[in-house]
């Protein structure tokens, strides 16, 4: 059965960094693309970042470029999403979702309906 662990949420400090996991099994990382989405109260799931299994390939919304970085550990069969200078409007539940690299269509990567399956979230919390 496929699945999706994050970890790694919490509070921490405007200008602080977080490190999230998203730990996959039940399929292997080199066959999907994993999404990075999060969602803050009272606002639609919006897409963050993506990262195909396979080779790297990897892009980011405007929001968290130059502050986010995806990664991804086959051996393991984990992505990481590193945040950096994070700021109070990071604050959201982020979750990690799955889609197979023989359907992805690129161009719709940030839509949350594009992805099969998905992790239960973790909170980050971004305050003094």
């Known amino acids: 059965q496929a699945q999706l662990v994050e970890s790694g949420g919490g509070l921490v400090q405007p200008g602080g960094s977080l490190r999230l996991s998203c730990a996959a099994s039940?399929?292997?990382?080199?066959?999907?693309?994993i999404g990075w989405f999060r969602q803050a109260p009272g606002k639609e799931r919006e897409g963050v970042s993506y990262?195909?299994?396979?080779?790297?390939?990897?892009d980011y919304q405007d929001f968290v470029k130059g502050r986010f970085t995806v990664s991804r550990d086959n051996a393991k069969n984990t992505v990481y999403l590193q945040m950096d200078s994070l700021k109070p409007e990071d604050t959201a539940v982020y979750y990690c979702?799955?889609?197979?690299?023989?359907?992805?269509?690129?161009?719709?990567?940030?839509?949350?309906?594009?992805?099969?399956?998905w992790g239960q979230g973790t909170q980050v919390t971004v305050s003094s």
């Open positions: 979702a799955a889609r197979s690299i023989t359907t992805w269509v690129l161009r719709l990567w940030m839509l949350s309906d594009e992805y099969d399956f």
């Open positions: 039940g399929f292997t990382l080199d066959r999907y693309v």
């Open positions: 990262i195909v299994g396979s080779d790297g390939r990897a």
